[in-house]
């Protein structure tokens, strides 16, 4: 750790029991060893607020994940844990979501001067949300069953049955926005129909999966069943979307990326579940509460400070309210804290990267060249860290580059329109589909919206309303699957038809 993040750290009292976890030299998690890559080589974890070196993380190689699928696959087909009896599949889900919330505030630390997050976000939704899915998950162990069936036209007699069987060793790539949650939402049913697991963690946010890692062996989950390989996705990604001993993929991140993995995967008809981009609508009609509405557009973008899949990142707004509406969330979005990670006022955190700052301030500056009118924000505070201004941009055209592409910043995007099916056609006028979202107390209009919007999540007087009892996907190029839900727990299975013929 350099000195600026020391002090950094020091400033904002972070926990003894993290500074004891930093001082541990991450290692990957193994067949339940702790080791460093094959070839000892090992990349920098930059902190964002600081933009200095937090820690050096393995960079795993190939043989590193060949050791990592090895040790699932023994722990799969011949190990106890696919064998255990449901019920202390769920015990040690629960001891392990115990864990989870006993270390809760310190997760919180590790995963906002990793990734740059606010703490007290990380800590009420990243943190809490990880311990949620778990739990929610562990109560499935038991509750997997086949079901009888009647043959419907088949002459003679049988007993027909179908099986629900857990598909084997499961790998799961991870981004770097929510990085224990979105390996909880791969994890927890995963590991409660018995499957085992390999995770490769963003490179850039390794650091709370590896402190996961210590409390699933802490909860006496059994060698073998979660593994982590740290490196790159170029590297291991890769290695794992095309390698023999995995069975299914389950992968969030970019659609590029997502289309890679998804055709690698497909070679040997791997299972695949994809969750990718977005770039989700936010359509608000004349009868809203402007200012209230206004507060929720403006968390729904600027929550994660825009690093969140299905961010309401394109504001269309009736036109007889646009001027009063883009005024109250302007207003609003000055007010938002801009500050590290670690301050506990913080609402919009740095970017994750210099890489990613730069992404994000490239689309405001093609946003102005565009000709779209800058309202607030557009800015980088002066340094240290990758700060961007929340960003509204107003007069907007569907054909823009900002209106189409995810920017994943702290950028709104909005325009006017007239009628119910004008705001229809331009919600709908993306690639992606994960989420959309109306603000209207017209009960029958919403209704009759929420048909014909394309996507997997629609909110209504809300943003990212999510829970781990509803499935979260996206509809066109934002992916294919559903995590969590009982709709997940199919993805995670193999149906086997058994017929047994009488005489
Ligand atoms: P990404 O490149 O798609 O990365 C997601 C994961 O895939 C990371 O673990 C990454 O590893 C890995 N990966 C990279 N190249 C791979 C390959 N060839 N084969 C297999 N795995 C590979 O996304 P990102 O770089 O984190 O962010 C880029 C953009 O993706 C963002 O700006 C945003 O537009 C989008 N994004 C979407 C979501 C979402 O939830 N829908 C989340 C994050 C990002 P390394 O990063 O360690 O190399
Ligand atoms: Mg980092």
Redesign the pocket.
């Known amino acids: 750790m350099d000195t600026t993040v020391k002090a950094y750290l020091d400033r904002y009292q972070v926990s003894q029991a993290t500074l004891d976890f930093l001082d541990r030299q991450p290692r990957m998690f193994i067949g339940g060893d702790w080791v460093a890559s094959s070839d000892g080589a090992v990349s920098e974890s930059i902190e964002p607020s600081t933009g200095g070196v937090l820690a050096l993380i393995p960079e795993g190689t190939a043989e590193d994940l060949d050791r990592a699928v090895a040790a699932a696959r023994h722990q799969f087909d011949e190990g106890a844990w696919s064998r255990l009896k449901p019920l202390e599949r769920e015990r040690l889900l629960h001891r392990l979501a115990d864990l989870l919330e006993a270390n809760a505030d310190q997760l919180a630390e590790i995963e906002s001067i990793d990734m740059g997050k606010s703490v007290a976000q990380a800590r009420d939704v990243d943190i809490q949300g990880t311990i949620d899915t778990f739990r929610y998950f562990a109560g499935w162990a038991s509750k997997i069953q086949g079901r009888s069936a009647e043959p419907a036209s088949l002459p003679g007699s049988y007993v027909a049955y179908t099986r629900k069987e857990a598909v084997g060793v499961v790998g799961s790539?991870?981004?770097?926005?929510?990085p224990l949650q979105?390996m909880a939402w791969k994890l927890g049913a995963a590991l409660a129909v018995g499957c085992t697991v390999v995770v490769?963690?963003?490179?850039?946010t390794s650091l709370s999966t590896l402190r996961f890692a210590e409390l699933v062996q802490e909860a006496g989950i059994p060698d073998g069943v979660v593994n982590i390989v740290t490196?790159?996705?170029?590297v291991?990604?890769?290695a794992?979307?095309c390698h023999s001993g995995i069975d299914k993929i389950t992968?969030?991140?970019?659609?590029?990326?997502?289309q890679?993995?998804g055709r690698?995967a497909l070679d040997d008809m791997k299972r695949v579940t994809l969750?990718?981009?977005?770039k989700s609508p936010v359509l608000v009609f004349d009868d809203v509460d402007i200012e209230a509405t206004a507060e929720a557009v403006a968390q729904g973008i600027f929550f994660n400070s825009g690093?969140?899949?299905?961010a309401g990142s394109r504001l269309y707004v009736h036109e007889s309210i646009y001027d009063r509406f883009l005024e109250a969330l302007a207003d609003y979005a000055r007010g938002l804290k801009v500050a590290p990670g670690l301050d506990p006022d913080c609402f919009i955190s740095p970017m994750?990267s210099a890489k990613?700052q730069d992404?994000v301030l490239g689309y405001i500056e093609a946003g102005k060249q565009e000709g779209a009118r800058l309202v607030c924000g557009g800015q980088a505070p002066e340094g240290p860290g990758f700060f961007v201004e929340p960003t509204l941009f107003a007069d907007c055209r569907n054909d823009m580059k900002i209106v189409q592409e995810?920017?994943?910043g702290p950028v709104l995007v909005s325009q006017a329109f007239g009628s119910e099916a004008e705001a229809v056609a331009l919600a709908n006028d993306s690639i992606y589909g994960?989420a959309a979202a109306i603000y209207s107390n017209d009960l029958n209009r919403v209704h009759r919206l929420i048909p014909q919007l394309k996507a997997g999540s629609v909110y209504v007087n809300a943003h990212s309303t999510i829970d781990p009892a509803m499935p979260f996907g996206g509809y066109k190029q934002?992916?294919v699957g559903r995590d969590l839900g009982p709709e997940q727990l199919d993805s995670l299975l193999e149906t086997k038809s058994v017929w047994i013929t009488l005489g």
Do not use: H, Y
């Open positions: 790539i991870i981004p770097w926005n929510f979105t490769k963690p963003a490179e850039l490196g790159r996705g170029s291991i990604g890769a794992m979307s992968f969030t991140g970019s659609t590029p990326v997502g890679t993995v690698a969750e990718l981009g977005g690093q969140v899949c299905d994750v990613q992404s995810e920017i994943f994960l934002s992916g």
